[in-house]
């Protein structure tokens, strides 16, 4: 089975940790629901923020949901002049059998502007239990 790089980015509203984990919770499940990405078919999961997010490790807001199972690991973004900024980013390495053109990538918030091409990606569901 081969191994896919699913990948999305959003925007936190403020540099918190409520806003972190917010943003990247929302991010994380669309990004399975628009895949059908079953946890233990997940290698491991990036996760990237902007040098100015730094309140909280967005892998946490995975540990909430119960990825207690999968490799995570948190890092910056290079800081690029004029790069869009309070941006989460997350890449999930998948065994699927999805052939590339079948995966779906998602960009929310702010971080549209990053890929306007898929700004059709699902919406977020409202969150019950937000970490």
Known sequence: MPVRGIRGATTAETNSREAILEATSELLDCLVRANGVRREDVVS???STTPDLNAEF???AARA???EDVA????????VPGS???CVRILIHVNTERAAHEIEHVYLRGAR???PDLAAAPEPR???DAP
């Open 84 to 86: 869009l900024q309070q």
């Open 72 to 79: 995570l690991l948190c890092m910056h973004e290079m800081s």
């Open 126 to 128: 409202p969150r019950e």
């Open 58 to 60: 967005p892998a946490v």
């Open 45 to 47: 999961i990036l996760f």
């Open 113 to 115: 502007v990053l890929r």
């Open 65 to 67: 949901a119960g990825w």
